[in-house]
T-cell receptor
Framework: DTGVSQDPRHKITKRGQNVTFRCDPI?????LYWYRQTLGQGPEFLTY????????KSRLLSDRFSAERPKGSFSTLEIQRTEQGDSAMYLC????????????FGPGTRLTVL | TQLLEQSPQFLSIQEGENLTVYCNSS?????LQWYRQEPGEGPVLLVT?????EVKKLKRLTFQFGDARKDSSLHITAAQPGDTGLYLC??????????????FGQGTILTVHP
């Protein structure tokens, strides 16, 4: 059984470029979450999906950020016109609805914006 | 806004010592989870507590959920160098406020010296 996978693991980009990250959840999980974590802090919630529906978005998610989960399986997180402040670890997690919200995390994508 | 205050922020101890990490909030949570995270990796779920007063044991780790479901503690007995890492508590919302996202504490960085 595979856990949550994320791709790429590391991304270095120049300011102003667009980047896209992919997350593949645990296969039977219907909920998928995106978090952002900066050095020395706990993860901060960005958004989550139940199946293909995006149910909640944080105010942290500016207009430059968009997330999709078109078929209720994998998800993508796109950041347009990246800024240096976007440098962080982007974490994806998945869970089963109702299972005490136990979320299982992927290894993360480390984004560095130069 | 639901906030989780974690203490201490840093803990440096010798192998064999005991330690306790605290997670406190003014909000009631429907469930609370503890994670351990290694550098460059995603958080790994250790335990979920859901009932006020609940105590769970995982080998040398003991987790307790407060009676009012506002606080939790993690106690490690006879710490080993392999326990070194970032420990995070995370609560799922109560009172009808966002059962989806987790709210994380800022984490406790534990270093166990041989």
């Amino acid at each position: 059984d595979t856990g949550v996978s994320q791709d790429p693991r590391h991304k270095i980009t120049k300011r102003g470029q667009n980047v896209t990250f992919r997350c593949d959840p645990i296969s039977e999980h219907n909920r998928l979450y995106w978090y952002r974590q900066t050095l020395g802090q706990g993860p901060e919630f960005l958004t989550y999906f139940q199946n293909e529906a995006q149910l909640e978005k944080s105010r942290l998610l500016s207009d430059r950020f968009s997330a999709e989960r078109p078929k209720g399986s994998f998800s993508t997180l796109e950041i347009q016109r990246t800024e240096q402040g976007d440098s962080a670890m982007y974490l994806c997690a998945s869970s089963l609805e109702g299972a005490y919200n136990e979320q299982f995390f992927g290894p993360g994508t480390r984004l560095t914006v130069l | 806004t639901q906030l989780l205050e974690q203490s201490p922020q840093f803990l440096s101890i010798q192998e064999g010592e005991n330690l306790t990490v605290y997670c406190n909030s003014s909000s009631v949570f429907s469930s609370l989870q503890w994670y351990r995270q290694e550098p460059g990796e995603g958080p790994v779920l250790l335990v979920t507590v859901v009932t006020g007063g609940e105590v769970k044991k995982l080998k040398r780790l003991t987790f307790q959920f407060g009676d009012a479901r506002k606080d939790s503690s993690l106690h490690i007995t006879a710490a080993q160098p392999g326990d070194t890492g970032l420990y995070l508590c995370a609560g799922a919302g109560a009172g009808g406020t966002s059962y989806g996202k987790l709210t994380f504490g800022q984490g406790t960085i534990l270093t166990v010296h041989p």
